[in-house]
């Protein structure tokens, strides 16, 4: 696991935040599945160069989140994802929206899962809304000019 995390010590992003976000990304993405065993404090710090302490407080940080679980001397492993329910109406019809448009322009299902898991996985922006653009307005006569008489 430890080759999946990169520090730049450079950063002004603490070493511990690195760490923590590093392996909270991997779990997100499923490289670490529940259960797997985090290797020990001593030895990710090692192979990191950086202090025990750091690990230890990433590790702290995840387990507080929720992402993992500590055993003791028995170590640290991912937990089990929590049981959720339905996906909230917005996203189901946002995902109903994305399946029409792609079936409109021609994008085969397994092309469109593939987007919608890249989207997911690479944790992409979205920089609007979920909808087609807006018509562009229509043009408006302008006024007439007001006449004046003249004295």
């Known amino acids: 696991m430890s080759a999946d995390l990169r520090l730049d010590l450079s950063s002004p992003v603490p070493p511990f935040e690195q760490i923590r976000a590093g392996i909270a990304g991997l779990v997100r993405s499923g490289v670490l599945l529940p ?4 290797p020990t404090v001593r030895s990710l710090a090692a192979d990191l160069g950086v202090a025990a302490g ?4 990433a590790y702290r940080e995840l387990e507080a989140a ?4 500590g055993h003791g001397r028995r170590g640290t492993t991912v937990r089990p994802a929590p049981p959720r ?3 909230p109406p917005d996203l189901t019809a946002a995902v109903a929206l ?20 890249r989207a997911y996985l690479d944790d ?6 979920a909808s087609p653009p807006a018509p562009p307005p229509t043009s408006t006569p302008s006024p007439t000019p007001s006449r004046t008489a003249a004295n």
Do not use: M, N
Request: hydrophobic share 50%; proline share 7%; charged share 20%.
């Open 98 to 117: 994305a399946a029409a448009r792609a079936r409109a322009d021609g994008v085969p299902v397994d092309e469109l899962v593939t987007l919608v898991r």
């Open 54 to 57: 750091t690990v230890a407080r």
């Open 85 to 87: 329910g339905p996906a």
């Open 66 to 69: 929720g992402v993992v679980e």
């Open 124 to 129: 992409v922006q979205v920089s609007g809304p």
């Open 35 to 38: 259960g797997a065993r985090l």
